[in-house]
């Protein structure tokens, strides 16, 4: 069985999780902005994509490719300052087909976000969102930023691309 690894990315968070599982399992990885990202190639597929403004970055893409994804085995991991748990999973819920979501199996991965590096409107758009929002540890990394990457966290993928090469399930 062979698969692939198409992300979207703004700022470089996805595209170094991306080429990080790549590394670690051969997998070809794709930006979903190349003419040569086609899933119709590909058994089963990983889908990586930063979360912006409460939605997946690459969820246009996801739907114009809908036919050639929504009958793969799908790994679809995020990349946010907010872990996995209930707001997370509404966001992907108000960005793609219900039943699409149920095929996939998710890992949410933490990523980096610098100030210093958003354009213009997106440091707007944070600091609004921080006067708004009510969890003092969430205010401060939306108005000084994070880093949370790290590669061990890839792991849960890695075991599930393996699993499904050497089986054809994915656990």
């Excluded at 590909?42 to 969820?59: A, E, S």
């Excluded at 050639?68 to 995020?78: R, W, Y």
């Amino acid at each position: 069985m062979n698969g692939a690894i198409f992300f979207a990315s703004k700022y470089g968070s996805t595209e170094q999780y991306a080429n990080w599982i790549s590394e670690a399992t051969g997998l070809p990885v794709f930006n979903v902005k190349d003419a040569n990202a086609d899933p119709s190639k590909y058994d089963f597929l990983v889908l990586g994509c930063p979360i912006i403004y409460y939605k997946l970055l690459n969820r246009k893409w996801i739907k114009r490719n809908l036919a050639n994804i929504e009958n793969k085995p799908v790994i679809l991991f995020t990349v946010s300052g907010a872990p996995g748990g209930s707001k997370l999973d509404a966001w992907i819920g108000d960005s793609l087909p219900k039943y699409l979501i149920s095929q996939m199996k998710h890992v949410a991965l933490l990523g980096r976000q610098k100030p210093a590096e958003l354009t213009w409107f997106d440091r707007m758009m944070l600091i609004i969102a921080a006067m708004k929002n009510k969890d003092p540890q969430a205010r401060k990394e939306e108005l000084h930023g994070f880093d949370y990457m790290d590669k061990s966290s890839i792991e849960p993928i890695v075991k599930m691309v393996k699993q499904f090469q050497l089986s054809g399930v994915i656990a």
